[in-house]
């Protein structure tokens, strides 16, 4: 069973970047579809952005072209690089991962991810 921690989150001002870390234990870490999701105070989660195993990305609308989502097998990490953060990307932000073994999977229902870390929060002041 693959487990995730996150790291990264702090205090920033708008328009400042930071880089969200989720490290992975376990062998098979490079099977795995990683996504970041977010949760904002009396908010639901919501998808931010998916890495496929074989690298293929997906973002939100609201993050596209500001977020970058990689993947380091190498050492079982997903890095979620935030640039021109805005306080409306305030929030608790989650590292997911669901199994497969289509190199093609990468989806955004957050149903089908199967573990979850305890999260890092993320605060943008204006």
């Known amino acids: 069973q693959v487990q995730l921690v996150e790291s990264g989150g702090g205090l920033v001002q708008a328009g400042d970047s930071l880089r969200l870390s989720c490290a992975a234990s376990?062998?098979?870490?490079?099977?795995?579809?990683v996504g970041w999701f977010r949760q904002a105070p009396g908010k639901e989660r919501e998808f931010v952005a998916a890495?496929?195993?074989?690298?293929?990305?997906d973002y939100a609308d609201s993050v596209k072209g500001r977020f970058t989502i990689s993947r380091d097998n190498a050492k079982n990490t997903v890095y979620l690089q935030m640039n021109s953060l805005k306080p409306e990307d305030t929030a608790l932000y989650y590292c997911?991962?669901?199994?497969?073994?289509?190199?093609?999977?990468?989806?955004?229902?957050?149903?089908?991810?199967?573990?979850w870390g305890q999260g890092t929060q993320v605060t943008v002041s204006s």
């Open positions: 376990g062998r098979t870490f490079s099977n795995y579809v």
């Open positions: 997911s991962g669901y199994y497969t073994i289509s190199y093609l999977s990468l989806v955004r229902d957050e149903s089908r991810y199967e573990i």
């Open positions: 890495i496929s195993r074989r690298s293929s990305t």
